[in-house]
């Protein structure tokens, strides 16, 4: 079975973020990047079928160079080889493209990724992937077992979970509790040096959306603390200031 993760490269949660070029752009100056972590639970759970069933498992990223000590921390977790698409991942349809692009060429059995990136939370790639290959789109898979051909899911719906079976191939959107995160261990980053890392360029340029600015979030207003035996002035401030009621 050939498994092909697709993964993010995400600025930390915890890093302070700005924006440059009139608010149009990311300024990745000094900020930390990780894998998504969405994406973190997908490798994971393709590394623990390879050690069950012998498959291989492909990390492909679409990003600049600046992406590549993702890439190699996603070898060092199991991955057996990996492939950068050498482009800004400008629009989720322009990702999406790409990532097709790669499936049609080596016909992977299982396309696994985050249900969605932390930095624009679209959710929209697996859909657009398992479209454009002709082929079924799950998500958020939960928990994940491969019977020979056929591919045994749970994914969490609007109040509860729903039990799924369906033939391989398949894209699957993962999230927690589908597998426990990797963290690499020394072996793992020593062989992560001289596993196989291909660049390729991208196919075409199709965009469906283009940013016109980004903005902060407006700061949080002061806090009114009101006593409790006062509940009519509770009442007034929640009826004219609050709007709520």
Request: negative net charge; contains cysteine.
């Amino acid at each position: 079975m050939k498994i092909l993760v697709c993964v993010t490269s995400v600025p930390d949660t915890t890093t302070k973020i700005a924006f440059t070029d009139g608010n149009t752009k990311l300024n990745k100056a000094g900020v930390q990047f990780i894998t998504g972590p969405y994406d973190d639970y997908a490798l994971a759970r393709a590394v623990e079928l390879k050690e069950k069933s012998g498959a291989t498992v492909t990390v492909l990223n679409v990003g600049e160079s600046d992406t590549e000590p993702v890439i190699r921390k996603c070898l060092a977790i199991g991955a057996d080889d990996a492939i950068r698409v050498n482009a800004d991942p400008v629009d989720a349809y322009f990702v999406a493209e790409q990532i097709a692009a790669i499936a049609k060429e080596n016909s992977y059995d299982l396309i696994l990724m985050g249900r969605e990136s932390i930095d624009y939370n679209g959710g929209q790639v697996h859909g657009i992937v398992a479209e454009m290959l002709g082929i079924p789109s799950i998500s958020p898979v939960m928990k994940l077992d491969i019977d020979g051909s056929t591919a045994k899911m749970t994914r969490e719906i609007e109040g509860g979970k729903e039990d799924l079976e369906a033939n391989l191939p398949l894209v699957l959107g993962c999230q927690e509790p589908i597998a426990e995160w990797k963290i690499p261990n020394m072996r793992g980053i020593m062989s992560a040096r001289t596993k196989p890392l291909k660049v390729v360029q991208p196919t075409g340029n199709d965009t469906l959306t283009k940013v016109a600015n980004y903005e902060m979030p407006a700061p949080r207003g002061a806090v009114k603390m009101i006593p409790a035996d006062q509940a009519e002035t509770l009442i007034q401030l929640l009826r004219t200031e609050a709007k709520v009621i």
